[in-house]
């Protein structure tokens, strides 16, 4: 997916975001939005939007002197996510399909995300998010590629989610390797954040070698390529995985809330199914479908 005019008063929403978390300082803040606003224009319209994100909180964290602004934030979603997995745990060992129900608890939890929205009640979105029906369900292939499968490569998304996620794992009964990201970037999950929420005693965690809230694989490192190119099947959790990985041709499975209407409008190209901001997703790559179709797979 390639990075759009309408994302630039969304970088611009969360560099605000950021520098306030970063210095208390009106000054710095306004030299912040100022540095950030001078480099926009020079971003590449052709990369993804989380790729471009990565120019953007290095302005932020060269002039602030501040790397993990979201490390306070981090740890609320963590612990808030550890405590509401217990009931979670409960209610998937009592549904009739255990691994669906983690599915949807973990496609509900992808709503924890600081970086596309700063204010919003995590309990009340979660539980919005687990009253809604799958606006795209490909469980059928999905469960029955994991069925024939003996390695899956997880990647993760935001520090908090990725309690569902563990939860997810538990149900697979399969060799699986988790990837979180090498440094911190908004509320993506490191490796610190998978050690906290108990990820390495259900699977291997491994860094996918960036600093991006994203999976570009040109800047992934070489043991989490071996990994990407090895897996039967790639369970990819959140929007940054997505919007860097949606025209792969690659068994992928993209897992996410919808929380923008760029991304929403490139899922309707990709699938032929009308989604909007909001709605959970469940979906198999499919970037050869398009041509079959006749349809573009260019993001405007």
Known sequence: MKTALECMPCFLRQTLYAARLSTSSIALQKEIMNS?????????????????SIRVYSEIAALSGCTDPF???????NDFAMVL???ARKTIGQAEDPLFSAI??????????????????A??????CLSKKLTINDYA?????????????????????????????????????????E????????????????????????????????????????????????????????????????ELNRPIYFLLTVKCPIVGNHITELSGKEVKTGDMVLMKSSPQGLKENGKSSQTR
């Open 183 to 246: 440094g911190p970037i908004i509320n993506d999950a490191l490796r610190e954040d998978a050690i906290a929420c108990g990820l390495d005693t259900k699977c291997s965690v491994i860094s996918n070698g960036t600093q991006c809230p994203g999976t570009p694989l040109d800047d992934c490192s070489e043991e989490f390529l071996d990994y990407f190119n090895s897996a039967d099947i790639i369970i990819s959790k959140g929007q940054g995985n997505f919007e860097t990985l949606s």
């Open 36 to 52: 950030v606003s001078a480099i926009l224009p020079e971003l590449d319209f052709n990369i993804s939007p989380p790729h471009n």
């Open 141 to 181: 292939l999905l469960k029955n590629d994991i069925e024939k499968a003996e390695s899956i490569l997880y990647l993760g998304d935001n520090a908090g989610e990725i309690v569902f996620d563990g939860l997810v794992i538990e149900q697979l009964d399969k060799k699986v390797v988790f990837a979180v990201k």
């Open 85 to 87: 997995s217990t009931e």
């Open 123 to 128: 309990d009340k979105a979660v539980k919005e």
């Open 104 to 121: 949807v608890f973990s496609i509900a939890g992808n709503i924890i995300d600081y970086g596309s929205q700063q204010h919003f009640d």
């Open 71 to 77: 490390a306070a934030l981090k740890k609320v979603s």
